[in-house]
């Protein structure tokens, strides 16, 4: 319901009614909407970090599963309402950066994990620093969230996004990774079946 109407519209009788409990009931549980977003936020990134884990673990090689990822992502972008898109960068901004859920974002999370991950398989050069890396990717997804989504000519939307990303990766990249990214990046929608 936050992702359809956006997370300001929804009110604790909706959910409630949503959820075939009384409102009551859903106090009992968190004491405000706040600290319900904040569970809802928590568990989604719980289930999100073991889907990427499934898609590292399913896939061939690393560059193969940062485009399953890419497609994942930009097909659940989509489906964001642009009043959830503006109400969840209104909620980051008011966690405090030392704050846990502000540190373990899947995109925070599994950067590191990813260019290791990618310089033990050749297709990353093994002399980038991972830090200063991991700092730049974590910056392009905060980009992305960045955006005036309520502008119909968003400036930064989905293709953008991707544009920049795939060719940052082309710069960290090897010949071998340079040729998996060509691969990947020439199947567009054939490679989300």
Request: proline share 3%; aromatic share 8%.
């Amino acid at each position: 319901m936050f992702r359809a109407y956006g997370i300001r519209a929804v009110t604790m009788d909706m959910l409630s009614s949503r959820l075939g409990i009384s409102k009551r009931t859903l106090y009992e549980v968190f004491r405000d909407k706040d600290e319900l977003l904040r569970g809802v936020m928590e568990w989604m990134s719980e289930m999100q970090k073991e889907l990427m884990d499934k898609i590292m673990n399913d896939s061939e090689n690393i560059i193969e599963a940062i485009f399953k990822m890419l497609r994942i992502m930009s097909d659940h972008y989509k489906e964001m309402s642009p009043a959830f898109k503006m109400d969840m960068k209104r909620f980051y901004s008011n966690i405090p950066e030392k704050d846990d859920l502000s540190r373990e974002l899947p995109h925070h999370r599994q950067n590191s994990e990813i260019l290791k991950r990618g310089i033990r398989e050749g297709v990353f050069r093994d002399d980038i620093d991972i830090e200063i890396t991991n700092r730049c990717l974590t910056e392009f997804s905060k980009l992305s969230q960045e955006s005036d989504s309520a502008s119909p000519d968003t400036v930064m939307d989905e293709d953008v996004m991707r544009n920049i990303f795939i060719n940052y990766m082309r710069g960290i990249s090897t010949p071998k990774g340079l040729e998996l990214i060509n691969y990947h990046a020439g199947r567009g929608d054939e490679g989300r079946k």
